[in-house]
């Protein structure tokens, strides 16, 4: 009920544009909070590290001292040696910053036209219409092709064709596509901001 809640527009096709968009945001906001949690969680097991590492190292360097006549040459070699040995212990440093870089969420058009290709599939009994447009997204049994099929080698081209085919499908059928997308991202807006 939330996610529909608000919605000023009465047009049930861009309510569900307010709908999607929202449901988008509560998404991306919650992994947002999902990577925070684990990067704080890898910077506090990162800090951990780093105090055993240098009680470790003052033990040693303790007991290194007390060697008869080699314990100074010990004791420094272990002062030389640590700052390379402590970096190669927390390299788990790079592993917190490339965390950043895998968390997304996708919400591209390409992705949504794919959404919505499954939708008018479900609107015609799980096939796709006999328009012959859809001839090259369709499976031999009817259905929409995979995302990866749908790629194909070619990737841009053949996902800027689909992109194409379904808006204008969407757009020709009477769905007010530029409204709905409205919607979807400034409902998506208000979650995550």
């Known amino acids: 009920m939330w996610a529909t809640s608000g919605a000023t527009n009465t047009d049930s096709q861009i309510h569900y544009g307010v709908w999607a968009g929202r449901l988008a945001g ?11 949690n684990r990067r704080n969680d890898a910077e506090d097991a990162l800090d951990r590290r780093g105090l055993v ?7 040693l360097y303790g007991s290194a001292s007390f ?3 080699a314990g100074p040459f010990l004791a420094t070699g272990i002062d030389v040696a640590s700052p390379s040995v402590r970096e190669a212990y927390m390299s ?4 917190i910053e490339s965390m950043t870089g895998n968390a997304s969420t996708d919400t591209s058009r390409t992705t949504s036209y794919y959404n919505m290709a499954l939708g008018v599939q479900a609107a015609h009994g799980g096939h796709l219409p006999a ?5 090259d997204y369709r499976t031999t049994d009817g259905s929409l092709q995979s995302w990866a099929a749908i790629e194909g080698h070619n990737s841009d081209t053949r996902l800027a064709q689909f ?5 204008d499908t969407l757009v020709t059928s009477g769905m007010p596509i530029g409204a709905f997308f409205s919607a979807f991202d400034n409902a998506r807006s208000e979650v995550i901001a």
């Open 26 to 36: 509560v998404v991306e906001a919650g992994l947002d909070l999902e990577l925070e």
């Open 53 to 59: 590492f240098d009680s470790a190292k003052a033990a």
């Open 67 to 69: 060697v008869p006549m």
């Open 92 to 95: 788990t440093a790079d592993r």
């Open 131 to 135: 328009d012959a447009g859809w001839d």
């Open 163 to 167: 992109d194409t085919y379904v808006r």
